[in-house]
């Protein structure tokens, strides 16, 4: 039985975060004034309240997006940066281009597999997409490919419902955060063929 299922079995409530690789643990982290920090790991990233589901990605919401790029400003803009070079600094940044909203890209390190992700912030400011550009997802299962739970029909990654995101309070680093725990969970269903988690509330569920 894993730690967490171990610990949800005694009732006992564990928050999980996210090493700046990618990994995600629970334990051993301590509250320092400058954040939470792992025992072995250095700085971790709380997850945010998040829950896992798949369908229809929904499409920006062209009536709530303004007449300027909301990556036009600069106080808006940096809170992203300066988040992801707090939580994940070896993610490179990728400006606004052609009229596309910035993005970033990088590797994720569950510790039992290396994913390149893009994470792309909306026009509307929504929850941003998330695409794995490397490996393919999924997997042989006899004479098909299976796909993976939790996907949109886009092949994004469903790594909250779009009400869990709240671009007053959120930033790319919490998405990416989404990202690795989807990652991590993946990674069990590639084993198991069961998807261990449904997302969290704060604590493990």
């Not at 690789?21 to 025992?39: C, E, I, K, L, M």
């Not at 988040?83 to 569950?110: C, Q």
């Not at 690795?180 to 704060?202: C, M, N, Q």
Request: with cysteine; glycine share 8%; proline share 8%.
């Amino acid at each position: 039985m894993s730690i967490p299922a171990l610990l949800r079995h005694h009732g006992v409530h564990v928050p999980r975060f996210v090493t700046v690789a990618g990994r995600v643990v629970f334990d051993n982290v301590t509250t320092t004034p400058s954040g939470p920090v792992h025992r072995d790991y250095g700085p971790v990233t709380a997850v945010a309240p998040h829950r896992f589901h798949g369908g229809e990605e929904e499409a920006d919401n062209v009536l709530a997006q303004s007449h300027v790029d909301w990556w036009a400003d600069h106080g808006a803009l940096t809170r992203h940066v300066d988040a992801m070079k707090e939580s994940f600094p070896e993610f490179l940044y990728l400006p606004s281009d052609d009229g596309a909203p910035p993005s970033w890209g990088g590797v994720i390190d569950t510790g039992r597999g290396r994913f390149t992700v893009l994470i792309m912030t909306r026009r509307d400011q929504g929850l941003p997409r998330v695409h794995v550009t490397q490996p393919r997802l999924g997997a042989n299962a006899g004479r098909r490919w299976q796909k993976p739970p939790h996907l949109f029909t886009t092949g994004s990654l469903c790594v909250a419902d779009r009400d869990d995101w709240d671009p007053s309070q959120h930033t790319v680093a919490t998405a990416t955060a989404w990202a690795a725990h989807w990652l991590a969970a993946y990674s069990e269903w590639r084993i198991t063929r069961k998807w261990p988690v449904e997302g969290v509330d704060s604590v493990a569920v």
